[in-house]
């Protein structure tokens, strides 16, 4: 009798997760129009939709144990290639972007071989004092990137057509909208295939047990080095849509801790295990954040975020969404043991 009270209330919370999750997507797909008559609101949630794909990007590392605290590194690296490139060459952002994401691999590629070594604490802070190097390069060297000057007049996306339907981006903050939520929802397919993939479950045995899953012929170090390249590519393509969306930047703005932590807090509140948990903490917090706490304290609203790192660390440790997920996995259990 107990067994039974038990799943039933599995199924009822599994029940809870999938209409929320419904819910929620619903909701996006219909901001614009609920949002019709403010375009503030619609700004909040294409930038909360675009620290979503972020921590999406940080998390493909995040599986596999590792703490990242220089994802700062590619996104602005990110951010300066596209832009570069498009100011100097003329090259359309749809081109430039993922150029700006092949750029941001490369310096993962250096960062993978000088830190990767590292475990903790010593990789989280190795990645850390990474992002000085890209930084204090694009700070310095004026001729190419006009320094703290930044770049301004970045071209925003060209217009998109088909037949005689046209898409302007530079007209449509729904548009826009869109694009960014596309974007997202592309990137969360392929976390999701990443998650089910060889290259998943190798990060999780190694995320479980390293020396365990070394001994059984899974190469760390290679598959630690792949996802993060993976994740540093997507990092750097959001940067490089950052660039051409505000169609501003300059080294302390994208280089910035913010574009480092944020990830991170988002991951381990929503999930840091799961595909979507890190997506959805920032499609509540960020939104949160801007409404309710930014106006009551605009100088100390981004308390919000530690307040709920505690509360997560203390109490839900798996994540929000980890933690109403957890039932899934209690019940296969349960149904395997019948």
Request: hydrophobic residues 55%; glycine residues 10%.
């Amino acid at each position: 009798m107990r067994g039974t009270k038990t799943t039933k209330r599995r199924h009822q919370e599994l029940r809870l997760a999938d209409s929320i999750l419904l819910l929620g997507f619903v909701f996006l797909l219909l901001l614009p129009v609920l949002a019709r008559d403010s375009d503030y609101v619609l700004q909040v949630f294409t930038h909360a939709v675009l620290l979503a794909t972020l921590a999406l990007a940080w998390n493909i590392l995040g599986v596999s144990g590792s703490i990242s605290l220089g994802h700062a590194a590619f996104f602005g690296v990110g951010a300066y290639g596209s832009a570069l490139l498009s100011l100097n060459f003329g090259f359309s952002p749809w081109l430039t972007v993922p150029l700006g994401g092949l750029v941001a691999t490369v310096v993962a590629t250096l960062m993978g071989l000088i830190c990767l070594r590292l475990r903790g604490a010593y990789f989280a802070l190795a990645t850390l004092a990474f992002v000085e190097i890209p930084k204090v390069i694009t700070d310095n060297w004026d001729g190419l990137t006009k320094g703290s000057l930044g770049l301004v007049g970045l071209p925003g996306f060209t217009a998109l057509r088909l037949g005689r339907y046209s898409v302007d981006f530079g007209a449509s903050p729904a548009a826009v909208y869109y694009l960014v939520l596309c974007s997202a929802l592309l990137l969360a397919s392929l976390v999701a295939l990443i998650f089910r993939s060889n290259l998943g479950l190798a990060l999780q045995a190694i995320r479980e047990e390293e020396v365990a899953a070394e001994a059984v012929g899974v190469q760390v170090q290679r598959y630690r080095l792949l996802s993060l390249l993976v994740s540093g590519f997507f990092t750097g393509v959001v940067g490089g849509c950052y660039a051409h969306l505000i169609r501003y930047i300059e080294p302390g703005l994208v280089y910035g801790i913010h574009f480092s932590a944020v990830p991170m807090i988002f991951a381990i509140c929503g999930g840091r295990f799961t595909i979507l948990g890190p997506a959805l903490a920032a499609l509540i917090l960020y939104p949160v954040d801007q409404f309710i706490f930014h106006p009551l304290l605009p100088a100390g609203h981004q308390f919000l975020y530690g307040a709920v790192i505690i509360v997560a660390v203390l109490f839900m440790p798996s994540g929000f969404w980890g933690h109403l997920r957890k039932g899934q996995f209690a019940l296969l259990k349960t149904r395997s043991v019948e």
